[in-house]
């Protein structure tokens, strides 16, 4: 059975930074375009980053020199470094799978708040 797992979310100050991971299992995570979206409360998901098979990386304006994304095919594993972060980030976080089918996780909680 193909699952992507997040972990990682959480209550954080603005300014902080959290890292979000998403493992793959029951696949060739090597062969999977991964990305990871966001949807805040009443707002529509969101493309926040993606990265590649052979790792080329894509980031939506307001999170460019913020967040990171990278992939680690050894671990089965894509992350989601976010520095500097400010409460319009709140959100569920979401990593996304992609190759011949799409698969989602089940999301993580990333809240921002003083």
């Known amino acids: 059975q193909v699952q992507f797992v997040e972990s990682g979310g959480g209550l954080v100050q603005p300014g902080g930074s959290l890292r979000l991971s998403c493992a793959a299992s029951?696949?060739?995570?090597?062969?999977?375009?991964m990305g990871w979206y966001r949807q805040a409360p009443g707002k529509q998901r969101e493309l926040v980053a993606a990265?590649?098979?052979?790792?080329?990386?894509s980031y939506v304006d307001s999170v460019k020199g913020r967040f990171t994304i990278s992939r680690d095919n050894a671990k089965n594993t894509v992350y989601l470094q976010m520095n500097s972060l400010k409460p319009e980030d709140t959100a569920v976080y979401y990593c996304?799978?992609?190759?011949?089918?799409?698969?989602w996780g089940q999301g993580t909680q990333v809240t921002v708040s003083s």
């Open positions: 996304r799978a992609t190759q011949l089918t799409t698969y």
């Open positions: 029951g696949c060739t995570f090597s062969s999977y375009a």
């Open positions: 990265i590649s098979i052979g790792g080329s990386r």
